[in-house]
């Protein structure tokens, strides 16, 4: 059984950073594109970052500039770093990878809170 668990979340200044992380675990013979995406109250859940399996990355135009994702195979982890926050960027951050273990499919985490105060 596959499964994403995301950390990082919290409450922040504007201006300020955070890091999440996003590992998954259980029997896994390949990840392909992982990502996060993030639902503010009210609106639909909308992608925030992209990475390929070889390392190519797609940000959404809101967070160009001020947020990086990486991965690291080895441990099956993917991250956000988040920089120069705004308070828009408050919502829930889930992490999603495209997984093949007995089958191929995508996987979600459960979600990680972040709160940008002005």
């Known amino acids: 059984q596959v499964q994403l668990v995301e950390s990082g979340g919290g409450l922040v200044q504007a201006g300020g950073s955070l890091r999440l992380s996003c590992a998954a675990s259980?029997?896994?013979?390949?990840?392909?594109?992982m990502g996060w995406y993030r639902q503010a109250p009210g609106k639909q859940r909308e992608l925030v970052a992209v990475?390929?399996?070889?390392?190519?990355?797609n940000y959404a135009d809101s967070v160009k500039g001020r947020f990086t994702i990486s991965r690291d195979n080895a441990k099956n982890t993917v991250y956000l770093q988040m920089n120069s926050l705004k308070p828009e960027d408050t919502g829930t951050y889930y992490c999603?990878?495209?997984?093949?273990?007995?089958?191929?499919?995508?996987?979600w985490g459960q979600g990680t809170q972040v709160t940008v105060s002005s």
């Open positions: 999603n990878a495209d997984i093949t273990a007995y089958y191929r499919r995508d996987y």
């Open positions: 259980g029997t896994i013979f390949s990840i392909n594109a």
């Open positions: 990475i390929s399996s070889g390392g190519s990355t």
